[in-house]
C-alpha cells in the first residue's frame, strides 16, 4: 500500500459516514414530520452575458497573437422546483444549462443539475451534477469577476473544468459529474458541505475518485471560508493530488475587502511532485448605486518539487514559472436587471508558465507568453 492510502480511505469513510449520518437524520425528520405538502413552486431563471473583446497574447520569444472577438461569459438558463412536504422539509430538483448567446448553441443540462432533499434542522442530500465545495471558497465571495476571462481561476485552481474523476485532471476548480453531497443547516453562522464523487470511472488500471468539503463563517459584512479537495488516481492508480484553500472578506461601508491563498500539490509521474501556492487579493467599491469599480491581483509562485511534467498552466520546479494577473472592472447598473460594464486583465507568465485566459482562452498560446483582454458588455438577468 502506498504511503497515504490510508488516509484517502479513511477520508472517503469519514465523508460516507457524514453523509450517512445527513441521510437518516433527514429520513426521520420526514417520517416523524409526515408528508402533509402545503406548496410547490416551478422558477425559469438566468442570465445573458456577452461582451465585445480584444484579445492578445505577447511575449516569450513567440510571434503575437492577436483577435477581435463577441464572447459569450459562460450565460445561464435554469428551471427550479421545489415542493413542500411540510413540517420545515422539502424536496427540489435544478436543471441547469449553458447557452452560447454568441452562437446560439449550448448543451443541455451541462450546469448545476441535481435532486435535493431538504431538511430545516438536518441539511440537505444532493444528488447531480455540480460544482465542488472548494469551489465556492473563493469563486463568488472573492473574486469580483467570477468568470470569463476577467476571473481569477485562469491561475487560481489551476483553471475551470466540468469533467468526471480523471478527466481534466490538473484542474481543482470543477464542476463534477456524480457527485453526492451533504449541504449543513446553518448552525451559528457556520455552514459545511461535503461531497464524494461515485468512482464510475472504475478501470482495470485504476479507479479515480474525488471528495471535497467546505466550512465556511457568515456574520453581517464578515464572510470567512476554508475548504480542502482530494483527488485520487487521477494521473495514475494510487496517484494522491490536493488542494487547500481558505478566504477571507469584509466590508467597510461601500468598500469590500477581499483576499484568499491556496497551496495545490499533485504526483503527476510515479515518484514525481509538484507544489504550487497562490494568492489572490480583491476590491470592490460602489461609488453610487447605479455605479461600482472593481480590481484584482493574483500572483503564483513558482512550483517546487521533482517533476519534469507540465501539470496545466503551471511550469517546471526550478524554472521561472512564476505569473500574475491584475484585472480591474467597471459596472454601470442601468437597472435591477441589466448591467453595462467594462472590464480588462493581463497575465504576465513566467518562461515555461502558460496561464491562459479562463472560459474563453487564446488557441495557439505558447509558454511564457502574456495574454491580455479588454471587452464591453452587457448582463440582462430574468
Do not use: C
Request: aromatic share 10%; charged share 15%.
Amino acid at each position: 500500500m502506498r504511503q497515504g492510502q490510508g488516509q484517502g480511505t479513511a477520508g472517503r469513510h469519514r465523508v460516507w459516514m457524514a453523509m450517512a449520518i445527513g441521510l437518516g437524520m433527514l429520513s426521520s425528520t420526514v417520517q416523524a414530520q409526515g408528508a402533509g405538502a402545503s406548496g410547490s413552486s416551478v422558477t425559469i431563471y438566468g442570465f445573458l452575458k456577452a461582451d465585445v473583446e480584444h484579445v492578445r497574447a505577447s511575449g516569450g520569444g513567440a510571434p503575437s497573437l492577436s483577435v477581435n472577438r463577441l464572447s459569450n461569459n459562460l450565460s445561464v438558463l435554469g428551471f427550479r422546483s421545489k415542493e413542500d412536504l411540510g413540517g420545515g422539509n422539502s424536496v427540489w430538483a435544478q436543471f441547469e444549462t449553458n447557452v452560447r448567446v454568441d452562437n446560439g448553441e449550448g448543451p443541455w443540462g451541462g450546469r448545476n443539475t441535481a435532486i435535493g432533499l431538504a431538511s430545516a434542522t438536518a441539511g440537505q442530500i444532493v444528488l447531480g451534477q455540480w460544482e465542488s465545495p472548494l469551489r465556492f471558497v473563493s469563486v463568488y465571495a472573492i473574486d469580483p469577476f467570477t468568470a470569463g476571462i476577467f476571473a481569477s481561476n485562469s491561475i487560481m485552481g489551476n483553471g475551470f473544468a466540468t469533467g468526471a474523476n480523471g478527466v481534466s485532471p490538473t484542474s481543482f476548480d470543477r464542476r463534477q459529474p456524480n457527485l453526492v453531497q451533504y449541504w449543513s443547516p446553518n448552525w451559528k453562522n457556520f455552514e459545511v458541505r461535503l461531497a464524494y464523487a461515485m468512482p464510475e470511472e472504475k478501470t482495470d488500471e485504476k479507479s479515480p475518485s474525488m471528495w471535497s468539503g467546505l466550512v465556511t463563517y457568515k456574520s453581517g459584512p464578515l464572510f470567512a471560508a476554508w475548504g480542502y479537495e482530494q483527488h485520487r488516481s487521477y494521473f495514475y492508480d494510487g496517484s494522491k493530488d490536493d488542494a487547500h484553500r481558505i478566504a477571507l472578506a469584509y466590508s467597510f461601508g461601500p468598500t469590500r475587502l477581499r483576499g484568499s491563498v491556496e497551496r495545490l500539490s499533485y504526483e503527476p509521474e510515479r515518484g514525481q511532485s509538484l507544489t504550487r501556492n497562490a494568492l489572490q487579493v480583491a476590491v470592490t467599491h460602489q461609488i453610487t448605486p447605479q455605479h461600482e469599480v472593481m480590481a484584482s491581483y493574483v500572483r503564483a509562485q513558482s512550483p517546487k518539487g521533482n517533476t519534469t511534467k507540465v501539470v496545466g498552466g503551471i511550469g517546471l520546479p526550478g524554472t521561472d514559472a512564476s505569473a500574475n494577473q491584475v484585472s480591474l472592472g467597471y459596472v454601470y447598473r442601468m437597472s435591477k436587471r441589466t448591467d453595462l460594464w467594462a472590464s480588462y486583465t493581463k497575465i504576465t507568465n513566467g518562461a515555461t508558465s502558460n496561464y491562459n485566459l479562463s472560459a474563453n482562452s487564446i488557441p495557439g498560446m505558447k509558454p511564457g507568453q502574456d495574454p491580455s483582454g479588454m471587452g464591453l458588455g452587457v448582463t440582462h438577468r430574468f
